[in-house]
Structures are given as C-alpha cells and as structure tokens.
C-alpha cells in the first residue's frame, strides 16, 4: 500500500498490462509447459488457455461468460488473491493429465492414472515393462504315480497326496 502506485491497493487494467509486458520481455527466454485446457468460450477455458487466473482473465476480458468483476474492470489485489487461491483448491482434482499416447508402459500407466509398477504388474508383455522372469521348466516323468504327478502339478506329494488320496503311491 505504501509503495508507488499501490496506494489503493487497486490495480488498473492498463497498469496491469504494462507491466505484464515489461514482465514478459525481461524473462524472454522462459516459457510455461503446455497445459491441457478446455475448448469452451467460457473464463475458465480461456484463462487457461492464456495462461493467467480467471480473475485477471476477466479484467481483460470482462463480458466473457463467467466473469462477474464490476463495471470498471478493476479488481483488488485481495480480491483477485482470494479468488486464485480459491480456483487452485476448488479445480486440483479436474485438471487433465498430459499423458503421451504410445503403446509404451510410461504413456499408457498414465493414461489408467497409474504407477508404471502397478501398470507392468497387471500388462507385463508391455513395451517398457520389465520381461517376467521365466520359471525353470520341471522335468517329471509321465508315470500315473504320486512322485510323477505331484511333480506335474507342481505340489510336493504329500499336498497331492491328500487331495487324491486313490492314485498309486499316496
């Protein structure tokens, strides 16, 4: 409040937009990640795709729908604090993730909205997966005895034995 032209604690639109412009000039070489934003003619999607708040949005742009700033486009710093902080808590969760779209277990894992560990556990022939560790093949024989097909269903023959307690050898 006490520094020149805050007095007010009331920022114009055209102050804003000089000094977004020195801002944006002066910092050249840095740009945002692309986001995902929705297509509508609304405040939301459009200050989404602007990459600014939907209150600052709005002192642009004040008769798009969904904006409800006054009649002089002006909005306090209170205000317009208030209401990033209340969109960032409010819209988290709906916010849509930027997944790549190859048959890979990095793109596909984040489209099911899962870790690439949870993902290869269930999908483990995926390109990027780790390959299964292969069990080493059993060689029993093919008798139809307890030691052959206790061997053959993979269970020692006491387990085979007690569920099949008439084959010859239990």
């Given at each position: 409040p006490n520094t020149v032209g805050c007095s007010s604690g009331v920022i114009s639109v055209a102050d804003e937009a000089k000094e977004e412009s020195r801002e944006a000039s002066e910092q050249w070489w840095w740009r945002p990640r692309p986001r995902a934003c929705c297509r509508a003619m609304t405040a939301d999607c459009l200050s989404c795709s602007a990459g600014v708040s939907k209150a600052r949005y709005c002192r642009w742009r004040p008769s798009t729908v969904g904006c409800s700033s006054g009649p002089s486009g002006v909005i306090s710093v209170?205000?317009?604090?208030?209401?990033?902080?209340?969109?960032?808590?409010?819209?988290?969760?709906?916010?849509?993730?930027a997944c790549c779209r190859a048959f890979t277990a990095a793109c596909m894992s984040c489209q099911a909205g899962l870790t690439e560990a949870q993902y290869c556990a269930a999908n483990p022939h995926v390109v990027g997966c780790p390959e299964p560790t292969p069990t080493p093949p059993r060689a029993c024989c093919r008798a139809f005895t307890a030691t052959c097909m206790s061997c053959q269903a993979g269970q020692t023959e006491a387990q085979y034995c007690a569920a099949n307690p008439h084959v010859v050898g239990c």
């Open positions: 209170a205000d317009e604090a208030k209401e990033e902080s209340r969109e960032a808590s409010e819209q988290w969760w709906w916010r849509p993730k």
